[in-house]
T-cell receptor, first 113, second 111 residues
Framework: GAGVSQSPSNKVTEKGKDVELRCDPI?????LYWYRQRLGQGLEFLIY????????KSGLPSDRFSAERTGESVSTLTIQRTQQEDSAVYLC???????????FGPGTRLTVT | DAKTTQPNSMESNEEEPVHLPCNHSTISGTDYIHWYRQLPSQGPEYVIHGLTSNVNNRMASLAIAEDRKSSTLILHRATLRDAAVYYC????????????FGTGTRLTIIP
């Protein structure tokens, strides 16, 4: 079946602009996660959703970052007033439910110039 | 989450077994040991996980020490496609949905 998809695959934006990154989880997966991976580093947890609710927003780096999920499906990660330090690969994952294996998408490579 | 310690890098010859170690001396009784790997330019993928007993699946085997303070991921016959960064992660059984990734072990396969 279809895996987790993310769009766009690459995004180049100017400093100060807003960006939206999209994640389509595997159908039927109730949990969805966002991670960030800077060049040469491990993954950094940002936020997760159980259904449409986000019980843990502790990983969001600043108030410029926000995320939402609708219909227990698609999620959007929004970064306002992008900064150069926001440049990274943003990865989305989904899992069937609580504590299950996470399946990752291919990521969106964000470059802020 | 309790922390894990892995070597930064390892090399192995193609078609030979690979043993990737992970130390987790502060593991709690309810922590599962998960392994994910990340192939170049891809998102991570699940490899295997276990609690106390050794585990086998089509990708690998997981050997867990009796005191659970360390574990070893075993690739029985490495191929070039196994070149990746391997992450050993502890995950609480309840109340924690996120995976805390360290820097992992970069595995290089020598043809």
């Amino acid at each position: 079946g279809a895996g987790v998809s993310q769009s766009p695959s690459n995004k180049v934006t100017e400093k100060g602009k807003d960006v939206e990154l999209r994640c389509d989880p595997i159908s039927g997966h109730t949990a969805l996660y966002w991670y960030r991976q800077r060049l040469g580093q491990g993954l950094e947890f940002l936020i997760y959703f159980q259904g449409n609710s986000a019980p843990d927003k502790s990983g969001l780096p600043s108030d410029r970052f926000s995320a939402e999920r609708t219909g227990e499906s698609v999620s959007t990660l929004t970064i306002q007033r992008t900064q150069q330090e926001d440049s990274a690969v943003y990865l989305c994952a989904s899992s069937l439910g609580f504590g299950d294996i996470q399946y990752f998408g291919p990521g969106t490579r964000l470059t802020v110039t | 989450d309790a922390k894990t310690t892995q070597p930064n890098s390892m090399e192995s010859n193609e078609e030979e077994p690979v043993h990737l170690p992970c130390n987790h001396s502060t593991i709690s009784g309810t922590d599962y040991i998960h392994w994910y790997r990340q192939l170049p330019s891809q998102g991570p993928e699940y490899v295997i996980h276990g609690l106390t007993s050794n585990v086998n699946n089509r990708m690998a085997s997981l050997a867990i020490a009796e005191d659970r303070k360390s574990s070893t991921l075993i690739l029985h016959r490495a191929t070039l496609r196994d070149a990746a960064v391997y992450y050993c992660i502890l995950r609480a059984n309840f109340g924690n949905e996120k995976l805390t990734f360290g820097t992992g072990t970069r595995l290089t396969i020598i043809p």
